[in-house]
Each structure stands twice: as C-alpha cells, then as structure tokens.
C-alpha cells in the first residue's frame, strides 16, 4: 500500500523568502502524487498534481512542485511566500488507475512579517 | 459553479449519542468521499461512492458508522453510537470520475465533531 512522509510537522518563514516543503512518498512504481492546501475553517484545495511528463509541475498560486523518482520525493516550492499561504499543506499519493488518495500528516505554515 | 456543501458545520455531542452530516456534492460529480481528519493529522478515506454503489469502506468502522447515498446525488454518514474517538472533521469530497486516477477531488468545508 502505498504512504506518504511528510517530515516538518511546522514551518516558519519570513514573507517574501522562499519556501519548500518536503514530501516522500512509498510504493511500488510511479504513482499520482498531489498537494493541497487547507487554509483555517475550509476544505482542502488542490495546488497542484503529477500524473505523467514534465517532472516539474506548475500550480496555483505560484506553486511548483518537482517530482524526483530517485529520491521518492515530490516537493513543494515557491520562490516568495505571501502572508495569505499560512496555511496547512498536504501532500497526497493515489495508486496509478485507483482514485483511494492516501494523504500525509501536513505541514504546517507559519508567515512572519 | 456551485461547490461540494456539507451540514451541519459544527457540532457537539456526548458519548453514545447519534449524529448524522450530510453532503450534497458538485452537480455532476459520480464519484462521492467522505473522510475523517483526526487533528494533527491528514484525512483518512472511511467511503467513497461511485454514484449510489459503494467502491471502498475498508476503513469505515462499520459497527458504529454507517454512510448512504440515495439516487446518487446527495449522502448521509451516521455514526451511532459515538465514541470520543470520533471527534474529528468529517470532510466531504466529489469527482467527476471521468476516468480512475485522475480525477480532482473537490472538498467541501467539513463537519467539525466534538464528542464530549
């Protein structure tokens, strides 16, 4: 069964400094990998997914994420992080040709002025 | 376009007592979830529907809860009776499910339980 790491449990960063938020991912071949966000009080909201192609994947919001099979990985970025992106992201795995979505435990973001 | 609407949008009860939320997902979405997000951590899928047909309750603790979908469009998830475990936020979730694996799931506000 496939699962999903995500190591920082809290992140804090300056606005206008860029940020990245890191997720690995388990299973057995390449999976759909995706990131949402979930601001206070509100549903999840995707940013972004990798299904096939490009591994380097452009989002919403100015988001991006780059997905490196060596290293299971799928991380998020953004060049300048705004007060309005504290919010919790969450990374998501799903088994190729299966819609069961297996979600991480989140990070959490932090913005200080 | 209308999003995926969920009520009650809070609430509290005590052990043992039963409750129901109720989601009513995006016009045209086939494929229905509910999800519990425990705090601190991510959703966990408890069902997911495929029109009004059950597609995966392998984790739907299913001596307590208990989820329908009539005519395919709107849905109902019960717990009965609660557990203090249950306090979470209850998450719907609609597809299009034009094909598997690659539909955008779209989340509805949640349902936030309090089990006292």
């Known amino acids: 069964a496939q699962s999903v790491t995500q190591p920082d449990i809290h992140i804090t960063v300056s606005e206008g400094a860029s940020l990245e938020l890191r997720c690995n991912y388990s299973y057995g071949a390449t999976p759909y990998l995706f990131w949402y966000v979930q601001s206070p009080g509100q549903g999840l909201q995707l940013l972004l997914k990798?299904?096939?192609?490009?591994?380097l994947v452009q989002g919403i919001k100015g988001f991006e994420a780059e997905f490196k099979r060596s290293q299971s990985s799928f991380n998020l970025r953004k060049p300048s992080v705004h007060w309005s992106d504290a919010a919790e992201y969450f990374c998501?795995?799903?088994?190729?040709?299966?819609?069961?979505?297996?979600f991480g435990t989140g990070t959490k973001l932090q913005v200080i002025p | 376009e209308a999003g995926v609407a969920q009520s009650p949008r809070y609430k509290i009860i005590e052990k043992r007592q039963s409750v129901a939320f109720w989601c009513n997902p995006i016009s045209g979405h086939a494929t229905l979830y509910w999800y519990q997000q425990i705090l601190g951590q991510g959703p966990k899928l408890l069902i997911q529907f495929q029109n009004n047909g059950v597609v995966d309750d392998s984790q739907l603790p299913k001596d307590r809860f208990s989820a329908e979908r009539l005519k395919g469009v709107d849905s109902t998830l019960k717990i009965q009776p609660a557990k203090l475990e249950d306090s979470a936020v209850y998450l719907c979730?609609?597809?299009?499910?034009?094909?598997?694996?690659?539909?955008?799931?779209?989340f509805g506000p949640g349902t936030r339980l309090t089990v006292l």
């Open positions: 990798y299904f096939s192609g490009d591994t």
């Open positions: 998501a795995v799903a088994a190729r040709g299966y819609q069961k979505v297996t």
């Open positions: 979730a609609s597809s299009l499910a034009t094909s598997a694996g690659t539909d955008t799931q779209y």
